[in-house]
């Protein structure tokens, strides 16, 4: 299913990013290069993220990890700038090569679910 809200470039079905980059492989590649520094940043403590790990909290993190690949990083499908986008994506990816099944929730529940992570983080100490 092909997303219908401007989400994917639709002559090479890559999600637009920042990069623009349109070979699927190599912005998991870029996506590597950038987000796994932000991480480290925010592990070592060099950019503090305060929170409880709440939806608000989650999506800061995301931010600080995808913001220089994504204009949307720290947004969800159900509330960027413009209101819902994305909303016509598929419920689930199956990997080609691995078999291996991703789900996503509706994106009208994606803040809840979100808190319910954090609200397990929180029970497990984070």
Known sequence: MTIQDGFQ???HHVIYNRLGITNQDELRVQEGNYSLPAMLRVVIGAV????????????RIHRELFKDVYDWAGQTRANGPDGP?????????????TGETMR??????????L???GQQLNQENN
């Open 9 to 11: 470039d639709p002559t």
């Open 48 to 59: 503090e993220l305060p929170g409880s790990f709440d939806a608000d909290h989650l999506k």
């Open 85 to 97: 986008f994305q909303g016509q994506k598929q419920t689930f990816v199956r990997d080609k090569q």
């Open 104 to 113: 996503y929730a509706p994106y009208q529940q994606l803040d809840e679910r």
């Open 115 to 117: 808190n319910a992570i």
